[in-house]
């Protein structure tokens, strides 16, 4: 479903991403993981089309997304979670739903995208009127998933989804990332909980400064001593 190619990703002379590939099959879990400032979060940019690349190829089935501008990219069957949620603060929790949608006129289908939103994230259906800046960190988490879930996606990319959240929140969040996977839609996870990440992934990249320094199935990572070592801590 989703290619990356020899991806190369400039910040002025700074080379972020050095010639990146790998790929995302149809109803996959994949994960992303790595350090604070591997890259994971510049490659998610990328391929959403929130950072332009100095080189290489995206595709979504087999469609070049390199020079398109990120809300057209909406349109094809892609969604991102952005690292710190990003939801519309000022605006209720229903109204950043209804944003979410944005991609689609059906008003039949945006009525019934919400109501899957609010039977896999039933806290958002009880704070469906408030305003969302409101809400508790979790919850915030909970709406910018919900959000993106409204377009449709055939692939959803989920930056940091865990990130400063409660132990039990987090349980939460990716029970919610499986279910929503078992539903159909192809996930691209980039999480710092390594452990988590692998624990729901099927396959698996590590990214080291730039570059992807191992690749394989979630399950063998996490048994791997090299991951133990470098990113569960045993």
């Known amino acids: ?18 010639g990146v590939s790998f790929e995302v099959n149809e109803g996959e879990v994949v994960a992303l993981i790595g350090a604070n400032g591997a890259g994971k979060t510049t490659i998610l940019h990328t391929v959403t089309g929130l950072v332009a690349a100095k080189s290489g190829h995206v595709y979504l089935e087999g469609r070049d997304l390199c020079k398109l ?78 959000r993106a879930l409204m377009s449709n996606p055939k692939i959803i990319l989920m930056d940091e989804p865990s990130m400063g959240l409660s132990p039990l929140l ?27 990440a692998l624990s729901i992934a099927d396959r698996a990249y590590v990214l080291e400064t730039g570059k992807i320094v191992m690749e394989g199935k979630a399950s063998d990572l996490l048994n791997d001593p090299r991951i133990k070592a470098a990113y569960l801590g045993e």
Request: hydrophobic residues 40%; charged residues 25%.
């Open 1 to 18: 479903m989703l290619k990356v190619e020899d991806l190369q990703v400039y910040y002025g002379m700074i080379n972020a991403i050095k």
């Open 69 to 146: 501008p990120a809300h057209k990219i909406v349109y094809l069957g892609m969604a991102h979670v952005p690292e710190g949620r990003r939801i519309f603060q000022q605006l209720t929790v229903y109204d950043n739903l209804r944003l979410g949608a944005f991609s689609l006129k059906d008003k039949a289908k945006i009525e019934s995208n919400i109501n899957y939103v609010f039977k896999h994230f039933p806290r958002l259906l009880e704070r469906k009127n408030q305003i969302a800046g409101t809400l508790s960190g979790g919850e915030q988490q909970m709406l910018a998933m919900g």
């Open 170 to 196: 987090v349980a939460e969040i990716f029970k919610i990332i499986s279910e929503v996977s078992k539903d159909g839609t192809t996930v691209l996870l980039v999480e710092q909980n390594a452990k988590k």
